[in-house]
């Protein structure tokens, strides 16, 4: 969606709360944050601008084709990077300088882009099967694809993430100079040419197959979602059914985080269409600017955590383990319920801690007045789910969901996509048609997902390298290597008090230091590129090493995604509470630590899936078809403890329970947390004791204090 686009719906949101809109400044500044994550678009007048909204209509269409028709994996792939390698360049500029305007080096590698997937598909399979000993020209055409698609994603995203991509080749080209046990023999650029080029193993992967069946007409649903009026409504209802409590406003923000991520699928997008209208109202409840800022980027963070649609590195998770995409949305379910769970414990505590005053979030309109009138946004969202469980494919469940989505707008006048005026002719036939939100959303659903196109590309060279080099057994061995170490290390210190150094206790020492070296390997790899591409990443060199502990490739996977979403409130890419922190007046790296606060509970919870077999029941066993075998009491346990834990853990961090905290109530707290977290009988009963004992000493203080007062 064009960022003008996204600055028309939050002025739109701000008629919920009537509230002072945001300035031309704050307009800007947040406009630089969407553009940072989605790149800096160009902005066209007349025929110019026409011509980029067929181009990008005419994309949706072909993919909205590609769902119910059969179209080749092989001719789907090139013709997705071939949309998008196009839309990149005569869309995104070389330089801000030359922003909004339209030069011709940009037509000519437009042009060649079409030209280089026009030779593949000319070739068609016969291009694989010299894979191994290209021709010249196979040669030349790849080399030109690659550095197109380097400077596409330069364009659209940002500079780091060719540049790794840049690493890992030269790694592919030099690695019999380097040391062991990174060595290997090189391969020269022919071979790693006709890899990354002419199979499925590099650029036409994975990454780019979902991209092109999935992520795509996942952005076109979010879009239709958006101009059928359901973002509005979501918003709407949220601030209408939170009124009446000093966390209302906390609790409103939560809410509508959680109902209008969906359709946006982005962080930064969300935390600032929610934010322009509820900053205000935090302000008035006693938020500070940048607690504030912590609270929106947190809940805007949520959005690509959450079912049905989660973010787009989610749909490779289903590619990447061969399940269905439905089972994505059922690991994700508990996940996310704990994760907000666990702000909503910091938002009650914040009314209580900071004594919030009472705030009007909603004028005119109730929530049952909203959901009468507005039913059937809330249908729209859950459609995927429902179509999903029919059996459809989830290429095609989202389909008729957009479909349906589409056909249900128009119950009434204000959320139809299509203007009723049009249908009676009082609208121009074309004109009337070309400024619907139909059109709109079609070219929102492409534009939106240019740069995740380009980094899928970028990050299929990645794993071509990877799976070519054998790079992800080599990584893997060598994180073992450093966790054996660090087991060896902390079992002779338990040894020396007397324990026992049993071959269990020595195994999870290992998966605990291998769990804990590869969050911070997804995180540092987070800092520095999209979500989408440090999981890609570091799915295919980090979680081989969980795997080969015993640990389920779909835990291990959940693992990592998570831990890639910390991206996204990490400087020096923090763009959720960097925006937040536009709208407050807070300041950034303030607002981010804020954010953090926030969210810390809710981080703790992945480990639960990797470091007991128990903790994969918060995953619900991973697949619709094991669950019917599932111990629901286990997973009950693990569900209510990890609840308890994040809740503590929201205590102890905040420093209050009931009232505030001692410094030995808050570490007993911290430590229950910690302890419920993780998933063994034992620390379960040692984090409840530790909760009951802070709980009889803040009782306790309390009548002191009262009996002190009479």
């Not at 010249?136 to 500079?159: K, M, N, P």
């Not at 002419?198 to 992520?215: H, K, N, Q, R």
């Not at 910390?566 to 954010?595: D, K, N």
């Not at 919870?605 to 111990?631: E, N, R, W």
Request: glycine share 10%; with cysteine.
């Amino acid at each position: 969606m064009a960022d003008t686009d996204k600055l028309a719906i939050i002025n739109d949101a701000q008629t919920i709360t009537q509230e002072v809109p945001l300035t031309e400044a704050q307009k800007k500044r947040l406009e630089e944050f969407i553009e940072e994550e989605e790149g800096a678009l160009n902005r066209y007048k007349g025929p110019l601008a026409v011509l980029m909204t067929g181009l990008a209509v005419a994309m949706s269409v072909f993919h909205l084709y590609a769902a119910v028709g059969i179209v080749p994996a092989y001719i789907l792939r090139p013709v997705h990077v071939a949309f998008a390698l196009g839309l990149v360049f005569l869309l995104f500029p070389t330089l801000k300088r030359f922003r909004h305007r339209l030069m011709w080096w940009d037509i000519i590698f437009a042009l060649m882009s079409v030209a280089i997937i026009a030779y593949i598909l000319y070739w068609g399979d016969e291009l694989g099967d010299r894979a191994t000993a290209p021709t010249l020209l196979d040669q030349v055409f790849g080399i030109a694809l690659i550095v197109l698609i380097l400077e596409g994603c330069r364009r659209s995203s940002t500079w780091i993430l060719p540049f790794i991509v840049l690493l890992f080749v030269s790694y592919a080209l030099f690695g019999a100079y380097l040391p062991a046990p990174w060595t290997h023999k090189g391969y020269e650029i022919p071979r790693l040419v006709g890899h990354l080029y002419m199979t499925l193993e590099g650029i036409f992967g994975s990454a780019i197959d979902v991209s092109s069946t999935l992520i795509i007409l996942f952005t076109i649903y979010g879009a239709v979602l958006q101009y059928s009026g359901a973002g509005k409504f979501f918003i709407d209802f949220s601030f209408a059914s939170m009124g009446g409590k000093p966390s209302s406003a906390g609790r409103a923000v939560v809410m509508a985080s959680f109902l209008l991520g969906g359709p946006s699928g982005s962080g930064v997008a969300t935390t600032v269409t929610i934010g322009s209208v509820a900053w205000p109202l935090l302000q008035k409840s006693g938020y500070g600017k940048e607690a504030a800022g912590g609270l929106l980027a947190a809940g805007g963070l949520g959005a690509i955590l959450s079912p049905p649609v989660l973010g787009a590195a989610a749909f490779l998770i289903a590619e990447f383990l061969k399940i269905s995409y439905l089972d994505v949305i059922l690991m994700a379910t508990v996940p996310t319920i704990l994760y907000y769970l666990a702000i909503f414990a910091m938002v009650e505590i914040d009314a209580r801690k900071f004594a919030m005053a009472k705030v009007v979030l909603a004028k005119h309109q109730t929530a049952l007045a909203l959901a009468k009138r507005y039913w059937y946004h809330f249908a729209s969202l859950i459609a995927i789910v429902v179509f999903m469980l029919m059996g459809y494919s989830p290429g095609l469940s989202v389909f008729w969901a957009t479909l349906t989505t589409a056909l249900l707008s128009f119950i009434h006048r204000d959320t139809a996509i299509i203007p009723y005026e049009w249908f009676r002719g009082r609208l121009p036939w074309v004109k009337g048609f070309w400024g619907s939100g139909l059109v709109k959303a079609l070219e929102g659903g492409s534009v939106s997902m240019l740069n995740v196109a380009m980094t899928c590309a970028s990050a299929g060279i990645i794993v071509g390298v990877v799976t070519l080099t054998g790079l992800g057994l080599k990584f893997s061995s060598i994180v073992l290597d450093y966790a054996d170490s660090g087991a060896d290390a902390l079992v002779t210190f338990w040894t020396f008090f007397g324990a026992d150094a049993t071959p269990v206790l020595l195994h999870d020492m290992r998966l605990l230091l291998t769990a804990f070296y590869t969050s911070l390997i997804v995180w540092i790899v987070g800092l520095a590129v999209p979500v989408t591409a440090s999981y890609i990443i570091c799915a295919v060199i980090a979680a081989p090493a969980m795997i080969k502990l015993g640990v389920p490739d779909f835990a291990a996977h959940m693992f990592i995604f998570y831990y890639a979403v910390l991206s996204e409130v990490s400087p020096p890419t923090a763009l959720s509470p960097f925006a937040a922190a536009a709208i407050t007046g807070g300041g950034p790296y303030r607002t981010t630590m804020q954010c953090w606060k926030y969210t810390t509970p809710a981080f703790l919870i992945p480990f639960m899936f990797v470091l007991d077999p128990s903790g994969t029941g918060l995953l619900l066993t991973g697949s619709f078809k094991t669950l019917g075998q599932a111990d629901w009491g286990s997973i009950l346990r693990v569900t209510i403890t990890a609840g308890f834990g994040v809740v503590a853990l929201a205590g102890g961090l905040q420093g209050w329970l009931f009232h505030k905290t001692t410094i030995l109530e808050r570490w007993l707290l911290i430590i229950a947390g910690v302890l419920l977290v993780y998933p063994a009988a034992l620390c379960d009963y040692i984090g409840a004791a530790m909760i009951g004992i802070t709980v009889v000493l803040q009782k306790l203080r309390n009548i002191r204090i009262k009996a002190a007062a009479r």
